[in-house]
């Protein structure tokens, strides 16, 4: 098990946008999501997405299942 695993929250969202912001940048096409986006698209909803964030040094860091 990871260690500081859990489900993703609102207070999340500023260090998800950010992050995945730059995962994105690495490609030359690419979508743009602000902070209501990310929230919409990516806080866990039961029956419907899971996301789960791992807090390191608080920081938020977060991950997908595969089948998003």
Partial sequence: MT???RESQLKDVP???KLLA????????HPVFDEEEVAHWF???ENIV???VVEVERRSLFCL???V
């Fill in 3 to 5: 260690n500081g695993l």
């Fill in 15 to 17: 260090a998800m946008t």
């Fill in 22 to 29: 730059t995962y994105l940048k690495k490609t030359a096409l």
């Fill in 43 to 45: 806080i866990t909803k």
């Fill in 50 to 52: 899971n996301c789960y």
């Fill in 65 to 67: 299942p595969p089948s």
